[in-house]
DNA sequence: TAGTCTGTTCGGAACGGTCCGAACAGACTA
DNA sequence: TAGTCTGTTCGGACCGTTCCGAACAGACTA
């Protein structure tokens, strides 16, 4: 209940639900707990079990979404992966577009539906509600970095 | 660019992002744009162009996941469906869950990893965040429901 | 009771996404 | 230049999910 490998692999079903791949939910992992501050490809093949090429396009993933930088040490040969300095923010930032994206809908609903009563009031509601939390949550992010730092 | 059709197509591909099916997507579209407040399972049927046990399943995910609720009509024969009064408090609220969701993974790896510093900053780091993200953002949705009613 | 209507469940088909091994491209070494 | 190492791309296989049509179960009507 408290190995290295199921915390990998819990990893990897979370992140899987928030539209990675498995694999690449178990890298985040792997990089979570390392006690070194990155792994290389060859080491995460091994480690979980994948073969190098779809270790490389899940790699990919997170490098396109900046949950996962790469980098090269000096005179080093291969390219070395590490956590971004803020992943968990990136993903709340990511949530929030989430939230605009929801408010732009109603809008497109809007648009779209005629003048009945019922309906518009029920997009204004999603549109408003949705977008008061586009607003407010960046705020809740600034606090946290505010409190922390 | 503004038509129903259109709509009921991009819901169905938002709703889809948040884990339900493409179809149970596009009948919360159809239920968002509909002059009544209902609709019953034959029309969704029809108007989506989708088999009824297709539908019966889609209905019973939505209805588990109080998106949806049902009711029959005062001699009627047939169920109808309507979204659930605070759909969008209840989608807000699945949110939060997954923040408290992601605190708990970093708890399990604190308790899977050694005493490494780093790795222990880490994940106490996200523990911290998504515990914060988890007890903040109910407040925010109490500051909407008192700013709204 | 037989017939009709509504909704659920089941087995099989179809689809999209992920994975693998192999081929490929580029950088470095000898 | 030939050989080695690292990383990417490609075609095919596999797996889980969703869908359909058909069979089924329950409520109502005549």
Redesign the interface.
Known sequence: ????E??VE??GL?FE?L?LSRTAGRVI?VL??????SADAPGLCEQLGVAKSSMSVALGQLERGGLVERFRPPRGRRDHYR?TEDV?GRA?RA?MA?FT??AQ?AE??L????D?P??RA??E??R???G??GR??PK?LD??DRE?H
């Not at 209940?1 to 290295?4: F, L, Y």
């Not at 648009?111 to 005629?114: F, H, I, L």
């Open positions: 209940m408290a190995s290295v199921e915390f819990s990893a979370y639900r539209g992992g979570l707990v390392d006690p070194d501050d956590l968990f709340f949530k989430e994206a929801f809908l497109q609903g648009a779209a539906v005629g009945h019922k309906s029920r997009l509601h999603m408003d509600m949705y008061f939390m407010e949550f809740l606090q946290w922390r």
